[in-house]
């Protein structure tokens, strides 16, 4: 990030550092409580490529579920075969691409991931008020915005 540019507002360094820990913190809690909602047996990562195919991501390979994923190809690997044995997902070999597999939910996946949901949901229902809910609701189009521009920006490094 330019420095001129910080100067041209009223942020400098230590407001962005301390925007992105507070958001990385937020999501350390959540994905806790999220933890809680799992079986034993699965990870929260298990969860997170259940989630994005049952979100619009079926159909994909391996790889683009890498790249959505921000993990290493071996990480995608395991948690696939995993997902397989459980019978959350199946893979097809891809029509376009013969060297390639594409990812499928199924419908006990789908059913897994509805269930962690709504086990979620519950929970949050705990402790969440409707001052709450306002202000979560008022934020989202702002986390989306600076989400969008991380995933165009994810090349970018230092210097």
Do not use: W
């Not at 044995?85 to 070999?93: E, S």
């Amino acid at each position: 990030m330019s420095s001129d540019r910080l100067r041209k507002t009223n942020y400098g360094p230590a407001d962005v550092f301390a925007y992105f820990r507070e958001a990385c913190q937020t999501a350390q809690l959540s994905e806790a409580l999220l933890d809680k909602c799992l079986p034993d047996d699965l990870h929260r990562s298990h969860f997170y490529i259940v989630n994005h195919l049952a979100r619009g991501g079926d159909g994909e390979t391996p790889q683009q579920i890498t790249d959505a994923m921000q993990v290493t190809k071996t990480t995608i690997s395991h948690s696939l075969a995993v997902l397989e044995k459980r019978g959350f997902i199946k893979t097809r070999p891809s029509v376009s691409d013969a060297r390639s597999k594409e990812v499928f939910i199924t419908d006990a996946g789908r059913d897994f991931q509805q269930k962690a949901v709504a086990a979620l949901t519950r929970l949050y229902g705990v402790f969440l008020r409707d001052d709450d809910f306002r202000v979560m609701g008022e934020a989202l189009p702002s986390l989306v915005s600076i989400r969008r521009l991380l995933e165009s920006n994810s090349a970018v490094g230092p210097d």
